[in-house]
């Protein structure tokens, strides 16, 4: 008896029908796996650089409690940390060479009939608004300085030479050759700068004495 008639049927169709339902099984597309999917390479490290390079700039510019100290705004060339550099002093002496050191002598002691003396002069060692307002707007006409007489005129230098300087240089004349007057405040210059801002013409002795008088 053959297999169709012992069983009622072929067992040979039944194991052919098992392999097609596996087959197509097996050509079925995988499930989807995106969520597994770690990504490319190249995003991880540039996540890892980031991650490196913001901690080491908190690091380095943020104090220990998180907040970074308040420097406020920094002159050009001077960086975080640093300290500005000091203003630079005004030196009188310098001012006085290159400005008044032709006429009165690098010693201050003038030229005899011709320019009158700064050292152990009672006009520089006196008033030091006198002495600034000279240097200011300058000076003209007839001055006894040390018993000698002079009839010239000085310069102003009040549109040349800063407050500082102009402070810097009557200091400096006030404490040369002997004299031994007080430094002047570059305060009192601009002060009298401004005070005298309208005059044009230099001052004259009898002018200069009127103001130290308050006439």
């Given at each position: 008896?053959?297999?169709?008639?012992?069983?009622?049927?072929?067992?040979?169709?039944?194991?052919?029908?098992?392999?097609?339902?596996?087959?197509?099984?097996?050509?079925?597309?995988?499930?989807?796996?995106?969520a597994?999917?770690?990504?490319?390479?190249?995003?991880?490290?540039?996540?890892?650089?980031?991650?490196?390079?913001?901690?080491?700039?908190?690091?380095?510019?943020?104090?220990?409690?998180?907040?970074?100290?308040?420097?406020?705004?920094?002159?050009?060339?001077?960086?975080?940390?640093?300290?500005?550099?000091?203003?630079?002093?005004?030196?009188?002496?310098?001012?006085?060479?290159?400005?008044?050191a032709?006429?009165?002598?690098?010693?201050?002691?003038?030229?005899?009939?011709?320019?009158?003396?700064?050292?152990?002069?009672?006009?520089?060692?006196?008033?030091?608004?006198?002495?600034?307002?000279?240097?200011?707007?300058?000076?003209?006409?007839?001055?006894t300085?040390?018993?000698?007489?002079?009839?010239?005129?000085?310069?102003?230098?009040?549109?040349?030479?800063?407050?500082?300087?102009?402070?810097?240089?009557?200091?400096?004349?006030?404490?040369?050759?002997?004299?031994?007057?007080?430094?002047?405040?570059?305060?009192?210059?601009a002060?009298?700068?401004?005070?005298?801002?309208?005059?044009?013409?230099?001052?004259?002795?009898?002018?200069?004495?009127?103001?130290?008088?308050?006439?």
């Open positions: 008896m053959d297999r169709q008639s012992a069983g009622g049927h072929d067992p040979r169709q039944h194991e052919k029908s098992t392999l097609r339902i596996h087959g197509a099984l097996l050509r079925e597309a995988e499930e989807p796996n995106e597994a999917h770690t990504g490319p390479w190249w995003l991880w490290a540039a996540v890892v650089l980031t991650v490196f390079v913001g901690g080491f700039y908190l690091g380095k510019h943020v104090g220990p409690f998180g907040t970074a100290p308040y420097t406020g705004y920094l002159p050009v060339g001077v960086g975080p940390g640093q300290t500005a550099p000091a203003a630079k002093t005004v030196s009188g002496a310098a001012v006085f060479t290159s400005h008044c032709t006429c009165h002598q690098a010693n201050g002691m003038g030229v005899p009939g011709t320019f009158p003396p700064l050292a152990g002069s009672d006009i520089v060692q006196g008033d030091p608004e006198t002495v600034v307002r000279i240097i200011l707007d300058g000076l003209q006409g007839p001055v300085v040390k018993g000698g007489s002079y009839n010239g005129h000085m310069p102003a230098w009040k549109n040349q030479l800063s407050d500082a300087e102009i402070a810097a240089v009557a200091t400096h004349i006030r404490s040369m050759g002997g004299n031994r007057a007080g430094p002047v405040d570059p305060q009192l210059v002060k009298i700068r401004q005070a005298d801002s309208a005059r044009t013409q230099p001052w004259t002795m009898p002018e200069l004495q009127a103001q130290r008088s308050g006439a």
